[in-house]
């Protein structure tokens, strides 16, 4: 759920961190891999993700049908220009690259053996030849990268992102604060939005680090003001909240 609503709201950066307090061995490393297996084109999954014990029931997760997963898998569908995820790969004392075709492509540049990378292809006939791209230079939305962090403190300190916004059922109704929230999103081309964990909210998150989201950021909501259930789970929130944002950066 967590995955596709990325995908919905175009996010383009996803980020794990980890509540020491809660969380066990494996559990941010499990989710990362799901993460970024559902973001993974399916011609690739299997040469990055071979048979293990937690993917077992990966064939139940929901596509994401983002651009990267639709391109033409026929030769004769591809044009020169076109974007792909692919595969380093190596034949003999050349690069190659797998991209879904029948046959490889020749990489024009580095890159290192087994390296995830997005390609433009420049040449069909008589091979097929690409150069490496950067997914940020491509127009429209080319899907999400997954990063970690130590602590939730960590990652507002270290955030690179125009503004900051944090859900929370202790912040201020979104709705009553509508037009100072339209008037922020307006002026930014970045934001990180913070979520709590299943147990605990941002507020007790932090104060277990001496800290509080004023710290970072004067823009706290609730974006489930008047809620009838007892919880809103993480990728409810997430789902919902992007929504609600997702509308006021249109307007905005």
Not at 39 to 58: M, T, V
Not at 115 to 122: L, Q
Not at 143 to 170: C, E, F, H, M, N
Not at 214 to 225: A, M, S
């Amino acid at each position: 759920m967590i995955a596709r609503a990325a995908a919905i709201f175009q996010v383009t950066r996803v980020y794990i961190y980890r509540h020491a307090a809660r969380s066990k061995p494996g559990d941010l490393e499990l989710i990362r891999n799901l993460l970024e297996y559902l973001d993974l084109p399916q011609y690739l999954r299997r040469r990055l993700y071979p048979k293990a014990p937690e993917f077992s029931y990966a064939g139940l997760l929901p596509p994401l049908r983002t651009p990267p997963h639709l391109v033409p898998s026929r030769m004769e569908d591809v044009k020169l220009g076109d974007h792909r995820e692919g595969i380093v790969i190596r034949s003999a004392e050349r690069l190659m690259v797998d991209i879904g075709l029948h046959e490889s492509a020749i990489l024009r540049g580095r890159g290192r053996e087994g390296e995830r990378v997005t390609v433009r292809i420049t040449s069909i006939s008589p091979t097929v030849q690409c150069e490496l791209s950067s997914r940020d230079e491509l127009p429209g939305y080319w899907g999400y990268r997954v990063y970690t962090s130590p602590s939730l403190l960590a990652l507002l300190k270290q955030s690179s992102s125009d503004i900051t916004l944090v859900t929370s059922r202790r912040g201020v109704d979104v709705a009553s604060n509508w037009a100072r929230v339209l008037e922020k999103l307006s002026r930014v081309r970045s934001v990180l939005v913070v979520f709590g964990s299943n147990r605990e909210g941002v507020f007790e998150i932090l104060r277990q680090d001496n800290s509080e989201p004023h710290q970072f950021t004067d823009l706290v909501l609730n974006l489930f003001p008047e809620q009838g259930a007892a919880t809103v789970r993480v990728e409810e929130a997430v789902l919902g909240g992007l929504a609600v944002l997702n509308v006021a950066g249109l307007l905005a």
